[in-house]
């Protein structure tokens, strides 16, 4: 009797012991997420798959997307696949997908309505190949935000600039006190910064028309010569010298004071947010550059490599969805400084940063939100661009003239896109 | 009845590595050979796709008629030492060409991958050569066959060149298998009747007409079963065709391995066998991949490499982008001021530590202690010396020098020359360590003779001393030159090809293309690097391999 009952009592127990050990699959996660602010982020996400039973790897990779996407790439092309890898909506895996090297995630957006909860479309739409579902969008950034510290303009007796002109003109008085009027990293910050100057300067419309239209008219045209001027202005409010190596270092200029402001992503505000700086009161951030609030739909997603170990696949699907539960959206977004993917939630804890950027997602005016520019143009395009934008910051002899031909050059060579 | 002891067989002659090779062993790995004829006859194996064996045993079939005539050659020309490689790498490239584009099976996503970097895909299917063709039939089958190839040619008028590579192996390989054909029944035969007389018929004379005669049957055989094959109409049945094609390529699989077997021991077989990973490698993993790097970047190949063919336009946007350009000029100061700067410096380095001081050892350490470093790293500590906001210019401001400029690494035109510096500072070392090995090695007398004739020093080392090393400045130099032609980290670490695109230099180029979404545009440049080097380095290797060699 005894003996029954030990025997079945260890059967229960070896019965639990196989249950925890087929439910906690370990799953590798890539991404470049490496910042205060984005670590304390991704740390969110951690905890919620750890807490669904599968275990979280965590396999940050420092630097950039543009050092990490090639990584990330050649690992699935080589047949070392993570579980599941960031990546940002757009264009950058459809290959991948059609090579068979990519998780299809229908089943799970199907059950889970993802097509009526997930906001804007366009998120969607861009994890949307051949009408099957392949990534999960898990916020949205913009990249149209000018931060500027309060302090150093009230210590010199300015009013805080309002947008971006105010700002291009307090940048002489900054200069004399021996402050860095505008802070800005190398690299794709620079090209970001252009970006947010095309947007800014030839307004939505003029953006949309060439890189997704392709309009050759519009990017050789009057509205784009304006907005290269505008460039060459930035450029001189930049010594090279100042110039930082990383996108964070450049915020972190803006928040101890040493610069007036910085042009930068909805990211930057996670940074201000680990600085304990309060909006409206430490610093202010100015959606489209104070001058048309905008918002483009840039973001992350997520993709799910193909497995063969069917553990693996069950630990993805289950991922996919914990990621775009709703408790779990708020507390990766706080941290985040982004947007949610769902209008569904509760964000009465969202800064006023976030609550701007909400105000717009959700009641947009026409034309407020558009498509990144991922979305609409190639990555080898991008990365010319890229190249070109960062060479005319950094060549003071290289005109304005001669730039919007070169530019001219690769949205004609662009390959069309599905 | 006779009993097989192969002890009784006489050894064969011949030098004493061949002799090593003893019956047993010789006769194990034939029929070792036979069975593995009569598997892949049984089951099919070359002739049905299998997957993963077809093109393995193709692979093998192709060694082997590399080894069996393998010896003409060597009489002829016996001093070629790759020409076994070369072999390898025509009757390939014939195979390829024969197969055109559906030579493996595979499927799933790898396969999928490796099939379309097969550098063959999209080569016309051959137009089947009609059952009552006759002679003149199959004249104008190959006529149309080459003639579907030259159109083919025509139509993707870039194509040109890898075509070429490929009509030029193509006929080199029918021209090898031509002479395979003629030569193989003998060897075949001569094999096949060794090996009976090692086993059945121990007191067999073999006869120059005897082998004569069983080479012509199995010429024969070979006809017919070829025939049979390509569906001539020899036979008034199928299934007698089949039977043809099934027995008849058994008994060439079998005498092709007994020909194998017994030319073995004169192509000296044990190293053969040895190399072929080694030749396998250089194939598939160097020239292969070369090749492949030529032929994908004609492609607009993005993020996946699909041969998607688009012409030289690759090569048109790369030598019209300012990105590349800078970096060709980079690259020209980095290789000339750079190998010079680290040159004369080490060589100087090497002089001063060759004049016997105290603490040689010491001051051996330190010039080559940089060396040790990682470029990455010594990027990241130069970078920090660079930087205004951090580094040399901070600090000799601190110490009261309040105006003093030191901004170059921010600076479009200088920066470069930050890179040079760091570089030099890292390689330096090595270029001692290289020199002052030369210098001892300059025999004492020399400088005996030297002083007693009353040169000075300095005339001593550069009329003297300098020609005498002439190997190890050459070797350095091509160490050097080579290193900084390949320079990437140390880049990327210290000013990540900025301010700008100030700082770029190709293989960064490479890289960053390669890997983010433009596979063309990045072979495209490798292609060009590929050149540089070439032109660089063939005519060095010439002057001091063959050439030297043939003085000597």
């Known amino acids: ?418 | 009845m006779t009993t097989l002891d192969l002890a009784s067989v006489p050894a064969r002659e011949g030098p004493p590595h061949i002799q090593q090779f003893t019956n047993p062993v010789r006769y194990g790995f034939a029929a070792l050979m036979a069975l593995l004829a009569f598997a892949c006859i049984y089951f099919d194996w070359p002739f049905a796709k299998i997957g993963t064996f077809q093109p393995m045993m193709y692979a093998a079939g192709v060694v082997v008629i590399a080894y069996v005539i393998d010896i003409p050659f060597k009489k002829l020309w016996p001093k070629l030492a790759l020409f076994d490689v070369y072999i390898v790498a025509v009757a390939i490239a014939w195979w390829a060409w024969y197969t055109k584009g559906s030579p493996i099976d595979f499927s799933g996503p790898s396969g999928a991958l490796f099939t379309n970097m097969w550098p063959f895909a999209g080569l016309p299917d051959s137009v089947p050569l009609p059952a009552d063709a006759g002679f003149f039939g199959l004249i104008h089958w190959v006529y149309l066959e080459l003639f579907q190839y030259i159109g083919w040619v025509i139509q993707n008028a870039f194509q040109t060149l890898l075509a070429g590579i490929i009509i030029v192996g193509g006929i080199l390989g029918f021209l090898v298998s031509v002479v395979a054909a003629v030569t193989f029944p003998w060897f075949a035969a001569n094999g096949a009747l060794h090996i009976l007389q090692a086993t059945a018929v121990p007191g067999l004379k073999i006869s120059r007409n005897m082998t004569i005669g069983l080479a012509v049957a199995l010429g024969l055989a070979l006809v017919l079963a070829w025939g049979a094959g390509t569906g001539w109409g020899f036979y008034a049945t199928d299934a007698a065709a089949d039977a043809a094609w099934k027995w008849g390529s058994l008994f060439i699989y079998f005498f092709t391995f007994a020909a194998a077997v017994w030319n073995a021991p004169y192509s000296n077989f044990h190293s053969k066998i040895a190399s072929i990973p080694m030749m396998f490698i250089v194939l598939f993993a160097f020239v292969g991949s070369a090749f492949w790097t030529v032929a994908y970047s004609t492609t607009d190949a993005k993020i996946y490499p699909v041969f998607n063919f688009i012409g030289l336009k690759q090569y048109y946007r790369l030598f019209t982008v300012d990105v590349w350009s800078t970096a060709v000029h980079n690259i020209v100061i980095f290789i000339l001021l750079g190998t010079a700067s680290s040159f004369i410096l080490g060589f100087l380095l090497a002089v001063f530590m060759d004049q016997k001081i105290r603490l040689e050892g010491l001051f051996r350490t330190i010039y080559l202690y940089p060396f040790a470093l990682s470029f990455i790293v010594t990027g990241h500590v130069w970078a920090w010396i660079f930087s205004p906001t951090y580094g040399l210019e901070k600090s000799i401001r601190q110490f009261g020098w309040s105006n003093f400029n030191f901004a170059w690494i921010s600076d479009n035109d200088l920066a470069i020359y930050c890179v040079i510096i760091a570089a030099v500072w890292q390689g330096t070392g090595l270029v001692m360590a290289l020199m002052l090995a030369g210098l001892r090695g300059v025999d004492d007398e020399v400088w005996k003779a030297a002083r007693v004739d009353g040169i000075p020093k300095w005339r001593t080392y550069i009329q003297i001393v300098i020609p005498m090393m002439r190997p190890v400045l050459i070797t350095t130099f091509v160490i050097v030159a080579s290193g900084n032609f390949r320079v990437y980290d140390i880049v990327v670490a210290l000013t990540d090809g900025g301010p700008g695109i100030s700082t770029s230099v190709p293989s960064q180029y490479v890289y960053k293309y390669l890997f983010s979404g433009s596979i063309g545009q990045g072979l495209a440049a490798s292609t060009v690097m590929l050149l540089i080097s070439a032109i660089i380095l063939i005519p060095w290797v010439y002057v001091e391999f063959v050439k030297n060699k043939q003085v000597r």
């Open chain 1, 1 to 418: 009797m005894g003996l029954k009952k030990f025997a079945a009592g260890l059967a229960f127990t070896a019965s639990l012991f196989a249950m925890g050990a087929a439910k906690a699959t370990d799953i590798e996660v890539t991404h470049w997420w490496t910042s205060g602010g984005e670590a304390a982020a991704v740390a969110e996400f951690a905890k919620a798959v750890n807490a669904s039973g599968d275990h979280w790897v965590d396999g940050a990779i420092a630097g950039s997307g543009d050092v990490a996407r090639p990584i990330i790439i050649s690992r699935i092309l080589g047949g070392n696949p993570m579980g599941a890898t960031q990546l940002n909506p757009g264009h950058d895996a459809d290959e991948l997908i059609k090579a068979g090297l990519m998780q299809d995630l229908t089943d799970v957006a199907k059950k889970e309505n993802w097509d009526g909860i997930l906001r804007p479309k366009t998120q969607l739409a861009s994890c949307t190949v051949d009408g099957k579902v392949w990534c999960v969008p898990v916020n949205l950034h913009s990249a149209q935000w000018l931060w500027t510290n309060r302090h150093v303009y009230e210590k010199l007796g300015l009013q805080p600039p309002k947008d971006w002109n105010e700002f291009v003109a307090d940048a002489p008085k900054l200069k004399a006190a021996g402050i860095q009027p505008m802070a800005l990293a190398q690299g794709w910050p620079v090209g970001l910064l252009i970006q947010d100057l095309m947007v800014a300067v030839a307004g939505v419309d003029g953006f949309v028309k060439v890189y997704k239209d392709r309009d050759l008219g519009v990017a050789g045209g009057p509205d784009f010569a304006k907005v290269f001027k505008a460039v060459e202005d930035a450029r001189s409010m930049v010594d090279p010298k100042d110039m930082t190596k990383q996108w964070n270092e450049a915020v972190a200029l803006v928040i101890t004071g040493k610069a007036g402001g910085v042009v930068h992503g909805d990211w930057s505000g996670g940074e201000f947010q680990v600085a304990k700086m309060v909006p409206g009161k430490d610093y202010d951030c100015l959606p489209g550059l104070g001058l048309t609030p905008v918002l483009n739909t840039g973001g992350d997603v997520f993709y799910f490599p193909k497995s063969k170990d069917p553990k693996i696949t069950e630990a993805q699907l289950k991922m996919a969805s914990t990621l775009v539960k709703p408790d779990v959206q708020v507390a990766f977004n706080l941290k985040k400084g982004s947007l949610p993917m769902r209008g569904d939630v509760d964000l009465s804890a969202a800064n006023d940063c976030m609550k701007k950027g909400l105000e717009i997602l959700d009641h947009p005016k026409s034309n407020a939100v558009f498509p990144n520019d991922v979305q609409m143009l190639d990555r080898d395009s991008l990365n010319q661009i890229n190249d070109l934008m960062t060479q005319f910051f950094s060549t003071p002899a290289m005109t304005a003239a001669d730039v919007q031909k070169k530019f001219v050059d690769i949205i004609k060579a662009a390959p069309p896109m599905k």
